[in-house]
T-cell receptor
Framework: QQQVKQSPQSLIVQKGGISIINCAYE??????FPWYQQFPGKGPALLIA?????SEKKEGRFTISFNKSAKQFSLHIMDSQPGDSATYFC????????????FGTGTRLQVTL | EAGVAQSPRYKIIEKRQSVAFWCNPI?????LYWYQQILGQGPKLLIQ????????DSQLPKDRFSAERLKGVDSTLKIQPAKLEDSAVYLC????????????????FGAGTRLSVL
């Protein structure tokens, strides 16, 4: 019940295109869904996060879409840029003092010129 | 604001040897996490501290891994003896305890220690 499944494993998108990464979770107690971005040799960094009381959150070119009934959420990167090339991880947790993150397996995004 | 500091950045050891990693969290962050990230996988939580107390160590292989956070600030993670399958990046993260519900759930990660066990 603690799994977070992420797809695709890798993604190649042309510059200016839309990158879409999908995640599904099982534990209905999860109420915090962040996306982390990780560049080679660096630790993950929070990109954007959503709570289940909203269906969409947008920050610049990054949008999270959330479907509570389907237990799915996705990251959309609009106007993808070569600088977006990185590994993206979805995650989920129950908010509170013991906010342990359960991560997906990651999506390696490459944005080509 | 200084980030999460980890050292060393890289470590190569032979199996059955011991190794220790050090983490200094962001100042004021009461919660500290150690994650193991195997190549091609997402980080997996090993242990979580709040101040100097353990909140969750359910996935820590306690026969070989140990961690401590004396005085509720710095932390060390030790592996003794190391196995080949321990080769991974060990990430430290920290977060606030109090504050806005979203803000206190943000975990800030260090760059990690890449361990190779030969």
């Amino acid at each position: 019940q603690q799994q977070v499944k992420q797809s695709p494993q890798s993604l190649i998108v042309q510059k200016g295109g839309i990158s879409i990464i999908n995640c599904a979770y099982e534990n209905t107690a999860f109420d915090y869904f962040p996306w982390y971005q990780q560049f080679p040799g660096k630790g993950p960094a929070l990109l954007i996060a959503i709570r289940p009381d909203v269906s969409e959150k947008k920050e610049g070119r990054f949008t999270i879409s959330f479907n509570k009934s389907a237990k799915q959420f996705s990251l959309h990167i609009m106007d993808s840029q070569p600088g977006d090339s990185a590994t993206y991880f979805c995650a989920a947790s129950k908010t509170g003092t013991a906010s342990k993150l359960t991560f997906g397996t990651g999506t390696r995004l490459q944005v080509t010129l | 604001e200084a980030g999460v500091a980890q050292s060393p950045r890289y470590k190569i050891i032979e199996k059955r040897q011991s190794v220790a990693f050090w983490c200094n969290p962001i100042s004021g962050h009461a919660t500290l996490y150690w994650y193991q990230q195997i190549l091609g996988q997402g980080p997996k939580l090993l242990i979580q501290f709040q101040n100097n107390g353990v909140v969750d160590d359910s996935q820590l292989p306690k026969d070989r891994f140990s961690a401590e956070r004396l005085k509720g600030v710095d932390s060390t993670l030790k592996i003794q003896p190391a196995k080949l399958e321990d080769s991974a990046v060990y990430l430290c993260a920290s977060s606030l305890v109090r504050g806005d519900p979203l803000a206190k759930n943000i975990q800030y990660f260090g760059a990690g220690t890449r361990l190779s066990v030969l």
